[in-house]
């Protein structure tokens, strides 16, 4: 299984991530740890991104996912995942391909990006990133409201994937 928590900048997504894998024991990798120098020179500008910009590191992420899923392995992924074609190449054929929505009030997204320092991305991108988000329905992800405790987050994640503490173990 793999699982990818997805959703705008300053949602939480590296931190759910992590403890997500902590819990289930298995890897994690940040999909922002993908982006090319030039996208992250365009973030850190405050220049949104294009889908063409966006697609080598789409493919970047998804052939990472490949691996982990020819290797047998469990692991969460972080991505922004903001549309529904992006969220399509992430899962390619897969259905063992999970996404957890982290859903934020503007406010407090903005609140987290105001106290976020040593990130590439511009906060005034914010709004960009909302315009082109396309919020997964509830057969393609699972939301999760970030007004919620890191804890009370992952505990609601490993309840709806229906998983247990053991799943990753070996």
Not at 116 to 127: K, M, V
Request: net charge negative; with cysteine.
């Amino acid at each position: 299984m793999i699982v990818i928590a997805m959703g705008v900048c300053g949602t939480g997504k590296t931190l759910i991530g992590e403890l997500l894998s902590e819990r289930l024991a298995c890897e994690f990798l940040d999909g922002d740890t993908l982006h090319s120098a030039a996208n992250k020179s365009k973030m850190s500008q405050g220049i949104p991104l294009t889908d063409e910009d966006r697609l080598p590191w789409l493919q970047a992420i998804r052939q990472a996912i490949e691996t982990k899923q020819r290797d047998g392995e469990t692991a969460v992924f972080t991505c922004s995942s903001l549309k529904r074609m992006y969220r399509d190449i992430l899962r390619g054929q897969d259905q063992n391909v999970k996404f957890v929505y982290l859903k934020g009030s503007y406010e407090l997204l903005q609140q987290r990006l105001a106290e976020r320092s040593g990130h590439f991305f511009d906060p005034a991108l914010l709004q960009t990133q909302l315009d082109t988000l396309e919020e997964p329905d509830v057969n393609e992800a699972i939301a999760i409201d970030i007004a919620l405790t890191p804890e009370q987050i992952i505990e609601q994640v490993i309840q709806k994937l229906g998983v247990t503490d053991s799943v990753c173990r070996g």
